[in-house]
């Protein structure tokens, strides 16, 4: 009798330790993918500069973006620095309007377009805009794995036994309300 | 929506429930396997203890062997052989997949051209979304069919491949679906799996011949219980190899529709997907005798065949009589589309 309940205390203690690790796997996949898209950011500057460098050959496509990217650029690192998230969201979200805007210039010159490097650069946008989004999808993604296992029955038990080291609250990666409505409202004018 | 849906009515895909549905297949047919493997173990140990003790009852020797008073020698041999045998397995697979194929590796700055560029930073993006630690190796086999295969059999030992042709027929979005798909594969270990699987049978296959011949030409004078055995083995000398080519087919189809639900996971559209899925069917039916040329040219093609998104087979092609469903790899195209969402409009 009393090796049935100690067994049966063991395989709980095994399964307490199990969900516990599993917890802590996910808690740390949230945390790279979150280091991930900022990863991403950076990535993305440093094809933009290259970018905007090539293209001002051909045209006069505005000295001045390459400053707007750079001073956007730096307002997007210190809200970050001073923890103000919205503010390095709205900065990041604005390289990104410029981009579009880049996008434009190639169809707009045929020269460009036929031309064998520019085609690799618009390649090069569109896959860094992707990977960009996609971070941020895995982000939200992994936060969703990890709330959804962490309200589960047994394991949100578990949880509030070490509350401490297991309930973390993430935010997922999100536009605030009024850039939303910008983003809805937008409409592309040829 | 293009012409190439007029068939179809397009929804969205609800991958959550098709990827906890087929898990729970797959957990289903893993945990049959062992359950069979295991059982095949006792058959060899209850053979041979009652060929010794011919008064005792079998359920008391059976009794005492899952009990350990009495050690089953052979269920712990056929145990350990499938350890070794799927640790080589494993350990050489990667170099076996692409044996007789004309591939070349590309690398982030080994790209040849626009299209190469454009294939490896397709699988770099999915590699982001999927959160995989590591960059699969990436393969381009020179062949004109479209088709595509995944292997590895961790994260680390990763690699896709992708024929020419597949490269040169669909658009970046049709690319991008096909390779989350394998990617797909990727992360949820599907290798692993259809490796474990196929390793298994194929020992469950010949522990279970080896002890037929036992029986059919050893002392065949057994009396009472021991009787009952040798039927059992003889009915499953036949049985079994059915049994676990279903169990096989149904497990990699499970892998399929769950991959091209993980895909819909990765991109967050379905329609992409069932594209280029469409695209490789009505490729393969239009070219069909030029490609069953082509897959014929290639030798050990047989090694890919269930690792391809889109088997041969499908098509008719490499025309083996009776290509039904329930002796093919993959599902149909019209069940793996309805399953992400586009069903036959009647």
Known sequence: MWIVILILLIALGAYIVMIYNQLIRMIEAVNNNEKEIDIQLDRRYKVFESLINVVRKYMDYEKSTLKDVVALRNQAQQSKASGDVKGHMGAENKISSILSGLNVVFENYPDLKANQNAMQLQEEIVSTENKLAYAKQAFNDSIERYNATKKSFFQSMVVSLFSGKLDFKFTYWQLDQDKIQEQEDYKVEL | ?346
Do not use: C
Request: zero cysteines; charged letters at 20%; glycine letters at 4%.
């Open chain 2, 1 to 346: 929506m293009t012409k190439l849906f007029n068939k179809y009515g397009a929804t969205t895909a609800n991958w959550r429930a098709s990827l906890r549905r087929n898990h729970r297949r797959t957990f289903f047919v893993i945990g049959l396997f062992f359950l069979i493997y295991l059982a095949l173990g006792i058959l060899i140990d209850l053979y041979i203890y009652s060929g010794s003790n011919l008064e005792v009852p079998l359920s008391r020797i059976f009794m005492a062997l899952i009990t350990f008073q009495v050690i089953p020698y052979a269920t712990l041999i056929t145990a350990a052989v499938a350890l070794v045998s799927l640790w080589v397995t494993f350990a050489f697979h990667n170099k076996l997949i692409l044996l007789g194929a004309e591939y070349h590796q590309v690398m982030a700055d080994t790209a040849r051209d626009h299209d190469e560029q454009q294939l490896y930073n397709v699988i770099e993006e999915m590699k982001v979304a999927a959160g995989l630690q590591f960059m699969p190796k990436v393969f381009i086999i020179e062949a004109d069919y479209m088709n595509a295969f995944a292997s590895g059999y961790s994260e680390k030992s990763a690699m896709v491949a992708i024929t020419r042709g597949l490269m040169n027929k669909l658009n970046r979005d049709e690319l991008q679906a096909v390779m989350a798909h394998e990617l797909s594969h990727i992360r949820h270990m599907d290798i692993k799996l259809t490796l474990m699987a196929t390793v298994l049978a194929n020992i469950m296959l010949i522990v279970i011949d080896v002890l037929f011949w036992g029986v059919f030409f050893g002392r065949n004078q057994r009396e009472g219980s021991g009787n009952w055995l040798v039927i059992v083995i003889i009915v499953l000398r036949f049985v079994l190899p059915l049994i676990t080519v279903l169990l096989m087919l149904f497990l990699s189809r499970t892998r399929e529709y769950m991959a091209d639900a993980g895909a819909v996971e990765l991109m967050r559209t379905n329609e992409p997907l069932a594209r280029a899925l469409l695209k490789i069917h009505n490729d393969h039916e239009t070219n069909k005798e030029q490609y069953a040329q082509d897959y014929a040219k290639t030798p050990h093609e047989s090694v890919r065949r269930e690792a391809y998104i889109f088997d041969p087979m499908r098509a008719g092609i490499e025309a083996k009589s009776a290509v039904s469903d329930f002796f093919s790899t993959h599902p149909g195209i019209k069940k793996r589309l309805s399953a992400i969402g586009f069903t036959l409009k009647s």
